[in-house]
């Protein structure tokens, strides 16, 4: 006869499975309840004009001009903005409510929470279930992430995009299936099409995926290259219509040299949007139509890097130290501005930035001696997120993209510490 399980022994196979599901329960509670805050929020400020109908001279009144353009076949005939967002995500929710601010709000909410979850699944994977939580709280209770919500800005989408390739790439690590490693790559090409500085995670990406592979070099070869053609496919459109309009290779973004000049000019400041005699002056020898006159932004800051390197490492060191800061920069929107008109984001019970951000520098001092590849990635793409923003100029809203991957850090230092007492 087939020997039964003792009780004991049943009851010890159970108890995982309970704890899964337990866990998975209070992960499922806490999504509901970021996504009840940033609903609440966003029916706050939906009648706020810089949601209804955002001053001209902001990004928001573009992205939404440029959607509703696309919406109806008329498409631009370059492309200075990163376009997933305006081309794509905008047009296709304006495709089934032209122009309406709530439909937006409550995509972007649901992305918000979508957002959460993956936080505290990822944390879990990498640190345990304890972090898993803690990530989740953290994300569902930050005040900049819920304030962002309504307003028609990338960041909210970033964010989401950001925690799924962790998420596809911890996914990816696991299982090592082709379509995995595939999908991680169409991730990270969308990322870029929404903010150009998640370019820089793809030399991550790749070297996760064949130090996964390093005893089938063969096979990681033929992914490395599949991976390239599928993150430089969707981008392609966009590119070959900038470099019809510029008469030269720039990539989906033909703002790139601008970007740069506006936060690494001699008269740049570490943080914030100025324009300076000497951005103009970079900016106008970059678009000199006589190419032999042409002098890129790029090469203008390595020229100043090398004469003047001390100022070019101050300004950067002082654009580093305003990132992990806990006051914000504010441009479109500020939190003090248009924040005033919700009562939820004046309540106590929501976290600061700053908190997140000790949080998350706790972690990277703690977590990072264990050799663990799945570990090094995370720490990878938050050093990347951190290094790209600051690498370009600072503005309050560029963190929200990186929050979940902080998130993630950040319940990691929490777990960390429980573990200690």
């Known amino acids: 006869m087939p020997e039964t399980p003792s009780p004991t022994a049943a009851t010890a196979a159970s108890a995982p499975s309970f704890l899964r599901r337990r866990f998975l329960l209070m992960l499922l509670i806490i999504t509901g309840l970021a996504l009840l805050l940033r609903l609440i929020v966003s029916f706050e400020l939906i009648s706020h004009p810089s949601v209804q109908s955002p001053p001209a001279s902001t990004d928001m009144a573009t992205y939404r001009r440029l959607a509703m353009d696309i919406r109806q076949g008329q498409w631009p005939d370059h492309f200075d903005y990163q376009p997933f967002y305006y081309s ?114 793809l030399p991550g990406i790749l070297l996760l995926l064949i130090w996964r592979n390093r005893r089938r070099p063969r096979r990681a070869a033929m992914l490395c290259l599949l991976s390239l053609v599928l993150f430089y496919l969707p981008q392609l459109p966009y590119a070959l219509r900038n470099y019809r309009y510029a008469g030269h290779w720039c990539g989906a973004s033909t703002a790139g040299g601008k970007v740069l000049a506006l936060g690494n000019t001699p008269e740049a400041p570490p943080g914030g949007l100025e324009y300076p005699l000497s951005y103009h002056r970079w900016v106008s020898d970059a678009e000199n139509p006589d190419p032999a006159q042409r002098i890129s932004v790029a090469t203008r800051i390595i020229r100043w890097g090398l004469s003047e390197p001390h100022m070019l490492a101050e300004l950067k060191w002082r654009a580093l130290l305003l990132f992990w800061d806990y006051r914000e920069i504010p441009n479109n929107v500020s939190i003090d501005h248009e924040g005033r008109q919700s009562v939820l984001l004046r309540l106590p019970v929501l976290l600061p930035f700053a908190l997140i951000s000790a949080l998350t520098l706790l972690g990277l001092m703690l977590l990072w001696r264990r050799r663990s590849a799945r570990r090094y990635f995370l720490f990878y793409l938050v050093a990347v997120y951190c290094l790209s923003t600051v690498l370009f100029y600072i503005l309050a809203r560029f963190r929200i993209g990186g929050l979940p991957l902080f998130c993630v850090v950040a319940g990691g230092a929490i777990n960390a510490v429980f573990a200690w007492r």
Do not use: K
């Open 88 to 201: 794509i995500f905008l047009p296709l929710i304006y495709l089934a409510a032209p122009g309406s601010a709530l439909t937006v709000a409550i995509i972007q909410a649901l992305l918000g929470a979508a957002a959460v979850f993956l936080s505290g699944i990822c944390a879990a994977q990498l640190f345990g279930r304890r972090a898993g939580i803690a990530a989740a709280v953290l994300l569902a209770l930050s005040r900049f992430h819920i304030f962002y919500t309504p307003f028609l800005l990338l960041e909210v989408l970033l964010s989401f995009l950001m925690i799924l390739l962790l998420w596809l790439a911890l996914r990816a690590w696991r299982h090592n299936r082709a379509w995995d490693w595939l999908a991680l790559a169409v991730a990270c090409a969308l990322a870029t099409l929404t903010r150009g500085n998640a370019l820089l995670m």
